[in-house]
């Protein structure tokens, strides 16, 4: 395939399609995408000019695993390895510059100053995806080094991204470690489905709001016998009550470990969805109106309110202590440089993941950017409904190919992650059928219009569906597809080399990687890569036979 440097002659639409969670793997055991049928995917790959990409062997966890399914798109807008917000604390903890942060410091040593309180709020697992509680200990040694002398702290606990009754063993870490730092009383325990609750349910929300503001709801004289009444009434960690710790032998109403004005709060979360929704209603005075709370004792007026990350939404006393860097030079950014049009199409539940992610952290769609956000359908279990929005969102892709108003389109089908994370692999495998016939037509649609498809993928998933059900794990470390589709691109299969053939040779050997995606849609673009794009275009390897 020749070098796309004439406007004239360069495909239109260039459509970028990230098959959500579809990772590679020869293994048949818990893999819904080898064990049922895929046509399309099995057509194009066999036809079509193909190679193999690395994922995150190298920002991975200690087990080998990565946690954040943003980094996957980042680092294909970008050009580059993205490492995600859970790996860069990590990090900042190992070498001591979280314990040197001045945002932290400071909001520490004002309320120890003013004799106020310093409250830690986020959530006590390891699962990785919102929040760790590593992190929380890294606060609490932190505290300790500032002379902070009252401190509380509001786990939540998880259920989701770790096991449903595991939060016994994060509760006697973080106890024991605030027994060696001599600081530091547990105030309350939240389970997420409150005070992480996602889906506009204020009400959920405001119970955890009145547990933290004026400890109200249920009582127990531990963190522990909370947790085991929870248990004995069948509450998980996830949908366990707010629970406010008190002293049961005194007579006072007054709860010690409240929230109070001038106050400082940090929450230990590094991803900001989960928690949203409290936060606004801690800090916004309009948000809990509609219930008629008294706010005697709001939050909008505590001294500062740090998040380790930056959330990315802006309140009253509200800063990051670790605020995100905007990344340059990046895909969309170039394409809308050179004043070509771009659309993004999605399901909500992957709204962030197009625009906010994709775009290198830029929250507003550059100026010839546009979105179709499909809404993402709400029930209580994804296997329930694993067709979910695909055929919607490819209709909405073959209207944009034929109007033919757009140089670069990308897309993402979010069926095969999403239903995966339930574990249910018959029903993983149908969201892979569902997705297999969406890229039939998304292929066709662009083959008629002279454009250019990309298929790829941003993490694995269904390749391990029970794997990642049973030890709490969302997203795999597993090697990458990357198909090239267009009309003077087939050939004849019989014409690839053995080492062609040997799928599992290149998923091993491949240097190919997600950083690989955006140089390439340049090329085919006929733009000029930046130097700080770490990537290299792939159209020389993939169009060789």
């Known amino acids: 395939m020749q070098q796309v440097t004439d406007v004239r002659t360069r495909p239109r639409p260039v459509v970028l399609l990230v098959l959500d969670g579809w990772g590679l793997s020869p293994s048949w055991q818990s893999n819904a995408i080898v064990s049922t049928r895929t046509p399309t995917f099995d057509y194009l790959w066999k036809h079509y000019p193909h190679t193999v990409l690395q994922s995150f062997k190298l920002v991975a966890s200690d087990e080998g695993v990565i946690r954040s399914s943003e980094i996957g798109h980042a680092s294909i807008g970008s050009g580059r390895i993205v490492k995600d917000d859970l790996t860069e604390l990590n990090l900042a903890i190992d070498n001591g510059q979280f314990f040197d942060n001045p945002t932290i410091q400071a909001a520490m040593d004002r309320a120890r100053e003013n004799g106020r309180a310093v409250h830690l709020i986020g959530l006590m697992s390891e699962g990785g995806i919102q929040g760790s509680l590593g992190h929380a200990l890294a606060l609490v040694k932190l505290a300790k080094q500032r002379g902070v002398t009252e401190l509380w702290l509001h786990p939540i606990t998880d259920g989701l991204d770790a096991e449903a009754h595991s939060a016994g063993s994060y509760l006697q870490t973080l106890e024991q470690h605030l027994k060696i730092e001599g600081v530091g009383t547990i105030g309350t325990l939240l389970g997420r ?182 809404p993402t359908k709400q029930v209580k279990n994804a296997a329930e409904y694993p067709q979910m929005n695909a055929a919607q969102i490819t209709e909405q892709l073959e209207r944009s190919v034929r109007a033919r108003a757009h140089d670069f389109i990308l897309v993402n089908l979010a069926n095969v992650d999403t239903v995966a994370k339930t574990g249910d692999i018959v029903a993983t495998a149908t969201a892979v059928q569902v997705v297999d016939e969406a890229i039939r037509r998304i292929a066709n649609v662009t083959i008629e219009a002279g454009g250019v498809l990309l298929v790829t993928a941003d993490h694995g998933n269904a390749e391990q569906v029970r794997q990642q059900h049973t030890k709490g794990i969302r997203h795999t470390v597993a090697p990458l597809p990357l198909i090239l589709v267009g009309q003077a691109l087939k050939h004849d299969p019989a014409l690839e080399t053995v080492e062609k053939n040997d799928v599992v040779a290149r998923m091993v050997r491949s240097s190919h990687t997600l950083a690989d995606v955006a140089p390439t849609v340049l090329e085919l673009l006929g733009i000029a890569k930046p130097s700080d794009m770490t990537g290299t275009s792939l159209l020389s390897d993939l169009s060789t036979r």
């Open 193 to 374: 489905s409150f005070a992480m609750n996602q889906d506009d349910n204020w009400e959920a929300t405001l119970k955890a709001y009145k547990a933290l503001m004026y400890g109200e709801g249920r009582t127990a004289p531990s963190a522990e016998a909370a947790l085991q009444a929870a248990y004995a009434n069948d509450f998980g960690d996830a949908t366990l009550p707010p629970t406010v710790v008190v002293d049961q032998s005194s007579s006072e109403k007054f709860v010690r470990g409240r929230i109070q004005p001038g106050d400082v709060v940090i929450s230990w979360n590094f991803r900001h969805d989960g928690i949203e929704q409290l936060v606004r209603a801690c800090l916004d005075e309009n948000v809990l109106r509609r219930f008629l709370v008294s706010r005697q004792a709001p939050l909008c007026k505590v001294a500062q309110f740090v998040s380790l990350t930056d959330y990315r939404f802006q309140l009253p006393s509200l800063v990051a202590a670790f605020p995100a860097s905007q990344l340059t030079n990046t895909l969309p950014e170039l394409i809308d440089a050179h004043g070509m049009f771009q659309l993004r199409i999605a399901e909500a539940i992957k709204y962030p993941h197009i625009t906010y992610f994709f775009n290198g952290g830029r929250t507003e769609p550059f100026e010839h950017e546009s979105r179709i956000i499909v």
